[in-house]
C-alpha cells in the first residue's frame, strides 16, 4: 500500500514538474513603440522569394547566429502604402502583440510589409497565413541587408491579415 502511495506522489510531482516547464517556456510579449517607429518614411507590401528558407525545430534556443541577410534582389515591390495612412498604420501595429524572440524562421518569405526607415534601415513583417500558423518573422535589417534586430512574430495571424487587408488593395 505504501509503495502504491509513493509511486503516486512520484508520478504527481513528475507531472506538475512537467506542466511547469511547460508554462515556463513563454517567450513573453512585445509591442512597438510609436516612438520606435517614428522614423518610418514608406510602406511596401513586397514579394520575398526566398525558397532556402529554414524552419526551426524549437524556438527555444538563441537562434541568432542562423539569421539570414536580407537579399534585395529576392525582392520585388507590390505596392506602396499612400502616404496618409501610415500613421494609422503604425498605430494599428503597435497595439499588437509579439511573441518576443520566437524564433520560428531563419528569414522571411513570400508576401511581406516593409516599413522603410529615414537612416536606409527597414523593418520586415511576414506571417505564414498559408497554412493558418501563427508563426512568421519580424526583424530588422541594417541598409546592407544584415540582421540589425530580430523581434519575433506575431501572437496571432489575424494581426498580420488585418495590416495586410486594411491598408493594401493586395489581399491576403
Known amino acids: 500500500m ?18 511547469f516547464t511547460l508554462s515556463a517556456c513563454d517567450p513573453g510579449n512585445f509591442q512597438f513603440t510609436s516612438d520606435e517607429l517614428a522614423s518610418v518614411t514608406s510602406i511596401e507590401l513586397i514579394n520575398y522569394d526566398n525558397p532556402e528558407q529554414k524552419h526551426f525545430a ?3 534556443p538563441d537562434h541568432t547566429s542562423d539569421l539570414k541577410p536580407f537579399d534585395d534582389t529576392k525582392a520585388s ?23 518576443y524572440k520566437y524564433f520560428a524562421y531563419d528569414s ?10 529615414r537612416n536606409g534601415d527597414f523593418l520586415i513583417v511576414w506571417s505564414y497565413y498559408q497554412n493558418g500558423s501563427f508563426s512568421g518573422y ?17 501572437e496571432s495571424l489575424t494581426y498580420y491579415k488585418n495590416l495586410v487587408n486594411d491598408y493594401f488593395q493586395i489581399q491576403i
Do not use: H
Open 58 to 60: 524549437s524556438w527555444v
Open 77 to 99: 515591390r507590390l505596392e506602396v502604402l499612400d502616404d496618409d495612412k501610415i500613421s494609422d498604420f503604425l498605430d494599428e501595429l503597435c497595439e499588437y502583440n509579439i511573441l
Open 2 to 19: 505504501f509503495r502504491k502511495q509513493i509511486k503516486a506522489i512520484t508520478v504527481l510531482v513528475f507531472l506538475l514538474a512537467f506542466c
Open 108 to 117: 522571411p518569405n513570400g508576401t511581406c510589409i516593409k516599413l522603410n526607415y
Open 138 to 154: 519580424i526583424g530588422r535589417y541594417s541598409s546592407d541587408g544584415e540582421v540589425a534586430e530580430f523581434f519575433g512574430c506575431f
